[in-house]
């Protein structure tokens, strides 16, 4: 499977190194330039699948039951419990075969220490960007999780910001402490306690922080629930859409014009109001509305080709971390989309939120060797991706990170 929604069948992969030297058809010619040399490993894959590593784009890897207790995000745990929570997360990440993440937001530039410790080889995890603490508003949604009354500053995972100044000095502090990616609570609604409708930054604020971003390189992606909100945000230049509810005919046109990529995340709503089971509490009833309208609208944005991506909120209340590849399962069985759109969308489209596309997410020559072995077919049946025993090989950069490959290794690979 190529990554780009087309797949192969009879080919060889050599990697050679930390790259894909090439792909071709079977049994054709030996090395340099092509096919596999003599003393190569090479491993018979009939019935298996080669795909490229995948990306979660909406990843928080200190989340733990967040919501479960009245305390400021961030501020539940030690510092140092998060950071060990962090490493366990990131490396789950990985050997369920996501070689590539994209944070949506952690506290005390734990995500820029984590990436540093992944590059240094210091802990297993995917390529991360890290993401800075949340950037919102007094009053605004996760700025509520405990009483006014304890009158505590709060600066766990939420950097509060008022009027552009403070917006632009924010990112700047962030940047600083390491962020590549800001994250910006636009709107409340999509799991969290504020009305979707309310819009909890003002144009002048979301557009000072997205100036002060780009000014240094840095990308900012928004909470967004709401349309017009929605139609702000990628007026105003924002890199990426998250959750993305309200959206329709409008806004994914003007998504197409903007090639702006949206991480739906419906996996975490949907769970939590499955757990929550016949509660009849108000929200949930909203909760099962934008279900609803996101269902009905997501395969029309992917049939108009808007650049879709996975990612969710595992780790928050009822959605623990650990069975990534639930989310395309969720998509293919629950929504409609057709598996190998999906599977491009934790690709090739991965790839490119990454900030990788020419390097990563195709099985390409050329590029950088982040590939799955599965045992099994993906396309026909993606629930071979939620089996942790089908994953027979997880390959980052041309090196093995499991290998249950057939036959003996040899070698350190
Ligand atoms: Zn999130």
């Not at 090439?22 to 054709?28: F, K």
């Not at 595992?314 to 190998?340: C, R, T």
Request: aromatic fraction near 4%; hydrophobic fraction near 40%; glycine fraction near 12%.
């Amino acid at each position: 499977m190529v990554g780009d929604g087309t797949a192969l069948e009879a080919t060889t992969v050599v990697v050679d190194g930390d790259r894909i030297a090439s792909v071709g058809p079977d049994a054709e010619g030996t090395g340099p330039a092509g096919g596999p040399r003599a003393d190569d490993r090479v491993v018979e894959l009939a019935g298996r699948t080669v795909m490229p590593g995948m990306v979660n784009c909406h990843f928080h890897a200190t989340y733990h039951n967040l919501g479960a207790t009245p305390a400021p995000f961030g501020l539940e745990e030690p510092m140092a419990l998060q950071v060990v929570r962090a490493v366990r997360n990131l490396e789950r990440l990985l050997l369920a075969g996501f070689t590539g993440a994209v944070s949506a937001g952690a506290p005390f530039a734990i995500d820029a220490s984590m990436k540093t410790a992944i590059d240094r080889r210091l802990i297993a995890g995917p390529r991360l960007v890290p993401c800075s603490r949340d950037l919102s508003t007094t009053g605004h949604a996760g700025d509520t999780s405990f009483p006014t009354h304890w009158e505590i500053g709060a600066l766990g995972a939420i950097r509060r910001s008022d009027g552009p100044e403070e917006f632009r000095r924010s990112v700047r502090l962030e940047v600083k402490e390491g962020a590549e990616m800001i994250k910006v609570f636009v709107t409340g609604g999509h799991g969290t306690v504020g009305p979707r409708e309310r819009t909890e930054v003002s144009p002048d604020e979301l557009a000072a922080a997205i100036g002060a971003a780009h000014e240094r390189g840095v990308r900012v992606r928004g909470h967004i629930a709401n349309k017009e909100a929605l139609l702000m945000a990628l007026d105003l230049g924002i890199d990426i859409v998250d959750h993305g509810d309200g959206m329709d005919d409008e806004c994914i046109e003007r998504l197409l014009a903007t090639d702006t990529p949206v991480v739906p995340s419906m996996l975490f709503p949907a769970r939590f109001l499955a757990s929550m089971g016949g509660s009849g509490l108000g929200f949930t009833d909203e909760m099962r509305h934008d279900i609803d309208a996101m269902a009905a609208v997501l395969p029309v944005a992917n049939d108009a080709g808007v650049r879709l991506v996975l990612g969710d909120d595992f780790g928050a209340l009822h959605f623990p971390h650990g069975p990534y590849a639930d989310e395309l399962a969720y998509y293919v069985e629950e929504i409609g989309i057709p598996s190998m759109d999906v599977l491009t969308w934790a690709t090739r489209n991965g790839a490119d939120v990454l900030g990788r596309g020419d390097e990563l997410g195709t099985v390409t020559a050329g590029k950088l060797a982040d590939l799955l072995v599965v045992d099994g077919d993906p396309v026909a049946d993606v629930n071979v991706l939620r089996d942790a025993d089908a994953l027979l090989a997880v390959v980052q950069g041309g090196r093995l990170v499991t290998d249950r490959l057939p036959g003996p290794p040899t070698g350190p690979g």
